[in-house]
């Protein structure tokens, strides 16, 4: 609870010291940055922290902490003393409301996602002990970067921003990891509500000039956002009735469910459908098959159950700063022309210098909390900035558009990367490029069941928008947009075939082709294009929903003014138009997977489809909660009444998976142990008897079992303590280096030190690797039993007896402390 509190409190105050800072970086629009502050204080704090630790100037502890908060402290002062307080001081009083609603906002999610972490702590199972051994890591590395808990020797190669944020945060309260990694979780969901609230909040402020009235109808931001979920909850609860397989001629199929093809549900209902995991089907509605017909497993997440799952992964923890980049989007696209500079002295650009540094720095870190999120935040930036220049010019000018649009972005990615340089000097990928994506198709039933909850109001609005006779949607613009779109990604995905086929890279074949040819189950390039244009034909409905979503908001951003005929024009400024870029840029990161993906360790594209359909989410629920206001708000039709009992009838589908799947991941809310935001658990308990003496002890490079990736046991002592071990999830590594070098020497060598029985060989080692501890427990006995791999005769603890000193002994662990002449 106190933890919990000083965390709360420091966040709050955050917000109201940068404030003033937003208050007149972000005057265009109506909130004056107000719902942004805690977010961007929490980022800007953390920045000038990780910086100046990592170029040397302060260390990673309280008194680096302190003294990178007075220069957060010192920045709004000087805002304060050049600008004056009496405007900021009479925004206030005149915005109590607001300030009100949205502190209250805060408070209330923040503290319910807590109260939802400490009926089910456990950091249990999926990636959560990485992400708890990140946050240790930072929490005790003496400088930054951090050293990498997992790898020895070596620093995090990872973008690990989000976890310094919670670290920082963990660092100045005082509160464990374990703790932390809850109320990190926690404090997530509270800024995403208030980020969402005030991006809406924002937009229907704007649209009707009421700064008041908008208030409540805001609130829909975070239901839209971190409430509502996809439909599969909804087919799941049917599923468990026994419906559509009533009447099928084979009782151990139904047509239904067989054409849906989600798993689990193609399946008769059997026992109870609803166990205890039952809710982690839901984030893979998404199935892809190979050209032979086996199925691959897509990820399809959505916030509701990322915070259920309660993974504090980056795609996670980047949530917040997502909606802190729309709302400087939004002020962006209002801003008028007036201030401008020429970029190096070469490329003009049409905002002031001190914006476009507080944009590269948020695009900037977009990279470092979730590096998939880079190009598309900086791509819709420049789009923004695109269309905002040609609001501003008489006529239409294409060239100028485009100019602006790939100008504005490459600067801002360029500058953003200098002001994150020393991230990208350490850090590896597995990310080796893009692949041509022939076979893998999105149903459309699969995708309605994603995104219907999102789709429905948005088409909803989009068609009513249409309708109104002032202005006129443009369809040749819509239409010429979208195809443009959509031909130039399948005419780059043929091209990628044809350089894949046409561009031997060895004498004795095309290594590439055969690789992707083995990729997607095929034997001959002919025929896996042929499948691949028969999937597309056969199966339309994603492709005909963005077609129709594109032309829909493309036609109604270019719209046709009734004296300009078949002129186009853009629109005045507004919230609708900024609505339908978030509409369109959504569109197009759900389209590009459906003809390229990232080439990764996978080799399909599980991991695009949940990194792109993940940021479309967080875009499309703005627009489906706007379209849903604004559909309330403006309907005339007498058909009104039909239209909002379809929005409703989505939503109620839409919540069936909230309502269950909460039930279900708190058990029913309720837990034997009580409530506790402290996720340790480890089994046996003696390993956290060890781990609580470690913390006390100096830190060093532990000697412990190695595992596979998403195992608890393995790598527990460096987890939980934040000291380094020789190796910990093996595959994890490989992905975060890239490849296998350095991960399968270590290995060995550990299998070798703990099996062998001759001490010089298992001294060197220790050496090698600058050990200070080792630890022999129930873990390292079942990893190294007899007859395991290349360990025929087990573990072999005599040589440590007879040449080390145990420091820490319970009954089913021991850890030795590796002399100094030994461990040089």
Known sequence: MLDFIAWYVLVTALGWIVFPLLFHVLSDIPGRGFTFAKIFGLMFWGYLYWILGRLGFTANNLAGLLFTLLLVIGAAFLVLQKKGIDDLRDWIQSRWRL???????????????????????????????????????????????????????????????????VAMLAKFAGTLGSVAFNLGVSLTFGLTAVGSFGVLYNLLALRTGKKTSQLLPALLGPFFTLILSNWEGFLHYLHSKGLFWQGAPDQTSSPFWNWLDIQNLVDPPMGDSFGHWWWWRASRVIQDYDFSGFGREVISEFPLFSFLLADLHPHVLSIPYVFLILGFGLALFLRPKGKSFRWLGLVPIEISPLFFLILAWLAGGMAFLNTWNFPMYVGILAGVYALRNQRERADWQTVEIVKDFLFFGATLGLTGGVMYLPWYLGFASQAGGLIPNVLYITKGNQFWVMFGPLLVPIFAWLIAAWKKKEPTGNVASGLALTGLLVLGLFFLMLLMIGMLAWVPLRADGNELL??????????????????????????PGTMITLIALSTLGWGLIFYKKPEGKNRIHLPEKSANNFVLVLIVAGMALVLFPEFIFLKDLFGYRINTIFKFYYQAWLLWSIAAAYGTVRLIQSLKTPWRYLIYSGLFLSMSMGLFYSVLGLQSKTNNFTREAGLSLDGAYLYPDSDYQAVEWLRNEPSGVIAEAAGESYSTAHSRLSTYTGNSTILGWDFHEIQWRGNAEIVNPRKEDLITLYCTHQWEVAKNLLEKYNVLYLAIGDVEYTKYAVGSDNCPNGLNSDKFIMHLQPVYQNERLTIFQVPPASSK
């Open 99 to 165: 300030i009100l609603t949205t502190e209250l906002l805060f408070l209330a999610a923040f503290a319910g996602w807590a109260l939802i972490r400490s009926l089910n702590p456990e950091i249990l199972g999926t990636e959560k002990p990485m992400e708890l051994a990140f946050i240790n890591a930072i929490l005790y590395s003496e400088s930054l970067p951090p050293h990498d808990p997992w790898l020895s020797g070596y620093a995090i190669s990872y973008y690990y921003f989000g976890y310094v944020l």
């Open 514 to 539: 055969t690789l992707f040819l083995s990729s997607v189950g095929g034997l001959e390039i002919g025929q896996v294009l042929i499948e691949g244009l028969r999937r597309r034909v056969m199966l």
